[in-house]
């Protein structure tokens, strides 16, 4: 059975920093894009970063571009999305995706709220 | 960025209805949509893929139409556990985008 577990939300103060992470169980993990995929409260879903199979390629949408960073580590199985910068519209539940074009297993997701 | 537009924003249907969920993007984008539902308090679940593409897993009320600009999810009778959000998403461009999301009510 394929779980996706994202941990590391919480409440933190704008400008501070969070690091989001992801254990990943029941598939082959290096064999799939990864993505971070967020949710306001009460709003759409928001792409926000990807990263390639081994790592090597990323992309990010622009209001997070050069402030968050993905990364990822294959022999540990796990996602990870370092955020920095943080700012009250940042504020959002994080869902750890598989990412090969669609998004075909998600996890329970992690909620960041960004206030002081 | 490609924009996907989705309309209508609230659809109130009886159950045993039929319905159909549009989803327009900005450019061209082949067969790169994909369709999601997300019930209240719950992650998404992707029901198509490419457009037509289905899931396994997924009731075979759900189906996909389109290509180019304009999609199509349609609900063939509506039971009452598919009152949801459903969105779209392109994967054209590896900058994702979804769209804003159509609402199933119970009308």
């Known amino acids: 059975e394929v779980q996706l577990v994202e941990s590391g939300g919480g409440l933190v103060q704008p400008g501070r920093s969070l690091k989001l992470s992801c254990a990943a169980s029941?598939?082959?993990?290096?064999?799939?894009?990864m993505a971070w995929v967020r949710q306001a409260p009460t709003k759409g879903l928001e792409w926000v970063a990807s990263?390639?199979?081994?790592?090597?390629?990323?992309y990010y949408r622009d209001s997070v571009k050069g402030r968050f960073t993905i990364s990822r580590d294959n022999a540990k199985s796990s996602l990870y999305l370092q955020m920095d910068s943080l700012r009250s519209e940042d504020t959002a539940t994080y869902y750890c995706?598989?990412?090969?074009?669609?998004?075909?297993?998600w996890g329970q997701g992690t909620l960041v709220t960004v206030s002081s | 960025d490609i924009v996907l537009t989705q309309s209508p924003a609230t659809l109130s249907v009886t159950p045993g209805e039929s319905v159909s969920l549009s989803c327009r993007a900005s450019?061209?984008?082949?067969?790169?949509i994909h369709w999601y539902q997300q019930k209240s308090n719950e992650s998404p679940r992707l029901l198509i893929k490419?457009?037509?593409q289905s899931i396994s897993g997924i009731p075979s009320r759900f189906s996909g139409s389109g290509s180019g600009t304009d999609f199509t999810l349609s609900i063939n009778r509506v039971e009452s556990e598919d009152f949801s959000v459903y969105y779209c998403?392109?994967?054209?461009?590896?900058?994702?985008?979804f769209g804003a999301g159509t609402k199933l009510e119970l009308k």
């Open positions: 490419y457009a037509s």
């Open positions: 990263i390639s199979y081994d790592g090597g390629s990323t």
């Open positions: 995706t598989t990412a090969n074009g669609w998004f075909a297993y």
């Open positions: 998403q392109q994967s054209y461009s590896l900058l994702y985008t």
């Open positions: 029941g598939f082959t993990f290096s064999d799939y894009y």
């Open positions: 450019q061209g984008i082949s067969t790169s």
